[in-house]
């Protein structure tokens, strides 16, 4: 099963709003609605901030919010902050009921 | 609240060796969640391991790993374990445990075990 796509890479100023996408096929992201989006600083373990394509679990910002159209998902981060600079993961269920993520997007804040 | 300590860093020399990792929970009903195995090669991505149920203890493996790996339980010590055999140089990575909710929501993670197969 092939990683998901994403940008290798998004900046945007302190403030700013960014969007990352994540594209799939009809047998993973198109066809399902779960779609999880992990947060990883640089030596941290990954942290889950998007479940199931919307959901945003206790203790997370709600300036994240996720979204889903056919077979790409994206994650958006309105009011950019310094401690948003991180590498971010899509994660999706596939028709073989396996697990797949994304290559990752680096997050830079200018 | 919730935690998952991991076990230490191994070295390992590649041609079939092979490599334990715990993980020990705290601060939930152990049986309720399954926990997910993820690693991640160094300035790689994610790649998804498997999973076990810590109830029933079933299992599900990702096709890359099927006949090297092995992910057990001891309910008495809250404890997860991840074997994987046949070590090559390419299975050099940091190793992630986490508590799995639904298909795919791993909430939260442990710190990771650093395993390094070199000669």
């Known amino acids: 099963q092939s990683a998901l796509t994403q940008p290798a890479s998004v900046s945007g100023s302190p403030g700013q709003s960014i969007s990352i996408s994540c594209t799939g096929t009809?047998?993973?992201?198109?066809?399902?609605?779960?779609v999880s989006w992990y947060q990883q600083h640089p030596g941290k373990a990954p942290k889950l901030v998007i479940s199931?394509?919307?959901n945003r679990p206790s203790g997370v910002s709600s300036r994240f919010s996720g979204s889903k159209s056919g077979n790409t998902a994206s994650l958006a981060i309105s009011g950019l902050q310094a401690e948003d600079e991180a590498d971010y993961y899509c994660?999706?269920?596939?028709?073989?009921?396996?697990?797949?993520f994304g290559g990752g997007t680096r997050v830079t804040v200018l | 609240q919730v935690q998952l300590v991991q076990s230490g860093a191994e070295v390992k020399r590649p041609g079939g060796a092979s490599v334990k990792l715990s993980c020990r929970t705290s601060?939930?009903?152990?049986?309720?969640?399954?926990i997910t195995w993820v690693r991640q090669a160094p300035g790689q991505s994610l790649e998804w391991m498997g999973w076990?149920?810590?109830?029933?203890?079933?299992?599900d493996y990702a096709q890359n790993f099927q006949g090297r790996v092995t992910m057990t339980t001891d309910t008495s010590a809250r404890t997860a374990y991840m074997e994987l055999r046949s070590l090559t140089s390419d299975d050099t990575a940091r190793y992630y445990c986490?508590?799995?909710?639904?298909?795919?929501?791993?909430?939260?993670w442990g710190q990771g075990s650093l395993v390094t197969v070199s000669s």
């Open positions: 986490a508590r799995q909710w639904g298909l795919h929501s791993f909430d939260p």
């Open positions: 601060g939930y009903i152990f049986t309720n969640y399954k």
């Open positions: 076990i149920s810590a109830d029933t203890r079933d299992t």
């Open positions: 009809v047998n993973d992201i198109g066809g399902y609605n779960s």
């Open positions: 199931d394509v919307t």
């Open positions: 994660c999706s269920n596939t028709i073989s009921n396996t697990v797949v």
